[in-house]
């Protein structure tokens, strides 16, 4: 069962930045899709951010601008940029493999908290 583990979260101000990591234990990271995923509380979980094995990127509306994903496929890692960060963004974010109907692949790690206030 492949893994995943996710670094990079804290506590920022708004308007600050925060740079997340997801590293996974499988061996063929390069083929799947990646996804950034967050849950707020009581909200359910979204997908936030997607990154296909060629590169191509995928937003939801309001990060559009503020975050930015990519990858590094030598070190089976994905990562989100978080800019010009806001109170709305604070949750729980975790990293998934997706297939073409947007449905994961992995089981869930232990996610890194974001925290947006000041």
């Known amino acids: 069962q492949v893994r995943v583990v996710e670094s990079g979260g804290g506590l920022a101000q708004p308007g600050g930045s925060l740079r997340l990591s997801c590293e996974s234990s499988?061996?063929?990271?390069?083929?799947?899709?990646m996804g950034w995923y967050r849950q707020a509380p009581g909200k359910q979980r979204e997908l936030v951010a997607g990154?296909?094995?060629?590169?191509?990127?995928d937003y939801i509306e309001s990060v559009k601008g503020r975050f930015t994903i990519s990858r590094d496929n030598f070190k089976n890692t994905v990562y989100l940029q978080l800019d010009s960060l806001q109170a709305e963004d604070t949750a729980d974010y975790y990293c998934?493999?997706?297939?073409?109907?947007?449905?994961?692949?992995?089981?869930w790690g232990q996610g890194t908290q974001v925290t947006v206030s000041s």
């Open positions: 998934n493999a997706y297939n073409s109907y947007r449905s994961i692949l992995w089981q």
């Open positions: 990154i296909g094995t060629s590169g191509d990127t």
């Open positions: 499988s061996t063929v990271f390069s083929i799947y899709n």
